[in-house]
């Protein structure tokens, strides 16, 4: 009896190298959530930054970006078997940073999922690329973790039936948090999967983005109706799920233009623009000055249409 029951654990801790310790958590009548730790990628959290959502429909689950790993995706699927044993025939990604996609492969090597996704993914990656979010993992968890290609790019609104489940992947059309971002709306189930659009409870990281398209893509989001908000990062799913990144993009634009104006140069601009008002959320210190900075060099020959 005792050799079973090592023999078990041992089982189990060769299939789950780093245990994710992940709950589901239902944020509507057929939509549950992993939510992402609001911190930056560390082998101490493998990578587990952004959130991943399985939809329901009658026959399978429909998942929103697959998350940090091959053993991320193996754990979120097994802790959903609890819930109903369906199979993921269809995962969709909402942009190119790997955090929300790093866990493709195990649902194309378990369910040979079909992938959607923006062109960006396949353009900057390929099976021989090093990947950021994969170097922080730990030796068995990188181990299975591996680039698959998206096999239809997303580049026109794209209404999917799926058992019944209407389900709309609409591209932004504009730089917003990438050059080529995706969200994805449940107009009968009013639920709205932002990707990285919308992020709370933390600052938004800006590197490959825009604030003016930001602004227009929220504006988007803004423009359905929905009840139900699931940022890129961030646990509020309620009305006022995007109003932080409206305010923080909103005053961004608003504080490093009135600061063009009064002659601030690139050198003194985040001194000027501090955005004090988020001081207290997650990545503050180690994201704002670069947004402050990125914004400066965006809108400094920046005029309004």
């Known amino acids: ?10 089982l189990s801790i060769y299939a789950f190298a780093f245990d994710y310790n992940l709950k589901p958590i239902k944020v509507s009548s057929d939509v549950w959530c992993f939510f992402g730790k609001l911190e930056a990628p560390t082998k101490e959290n493998g990578g587990f930054m952004s959130n991943s959502c399985y ?30 044993k369906l199979p993921v025939n269809t995962v969709i990604t909402t942009h190119a940073h790997d955090d929300h996609w790093l866990g493709n492969n195990f649902y194309k090597e378990k369910f040979n999922a079909k992938i959607y996704g923006p062109a960006l993914i396949n353009k900057e990656f390929n099976a ?53 971002d995706l969200f994805v709306y449940l107009p009968n189930d009013k639920v709205l999967f932002s990707g990285d659009i919308v992020m ?85 210190d180690e994201l704002n000055s670069k947004n402050v900075f990125d914004a400066f060099r965006e809108l400094e020959f920046y005029e309004e249409n």
Do not use: C
């Open 55 to 84: 939809i329901k429909t009658a026959k399978s689950y429909v998942l929103i970006d697959s998350g940090a790993s091959y053993d991320f995706a193996n754990q979120a699927y097994k802790a959903m078997e609890k819930i109903e």
């Open 1 to 10: 009896m005792f050799k079973k029951i090592l023999l078990s654990l041992l």
């Open 200 to 284: 709370n409870g933390r600052v938004t990281s800006n590197r490959d983005g825009s604030v003016i398209g930001s602004l227009k893509a929220l504006e988007m989001i803004n423009s359905k109706k929905w009840d139900v908000l699931v940022p890129g990062h961030g646990i509020d799913t309620s009305k006022t799920a995007a109003d932080e990144t409206i305010k923080y993009f909103t005053l961004l634009k608003q504080r490093v233009l009135e600061a063009i104006e009064n002659e601030v140069t690139g050198n003194d601009i985040t001194k000027i623009v501090t955005m004090e008002e988020f001081k207290n959320k997650a990545l503050y």
């Open 128 to 180: 021989n690329s090093e990947i950021r979010g994969v170097k922080i993992l730990s030796e068995e968890n990188k181990k299975n973790t591996k680039f698959v290609a998206v096999d239809e790019i997303i580049n026109e609104t794209k209404t999917l039936n799926i058992d019944g489940k209407e389900i709309i992947v609409i591209p932004t059309g504009v730089k917003a948090h990438t050059s080529d």
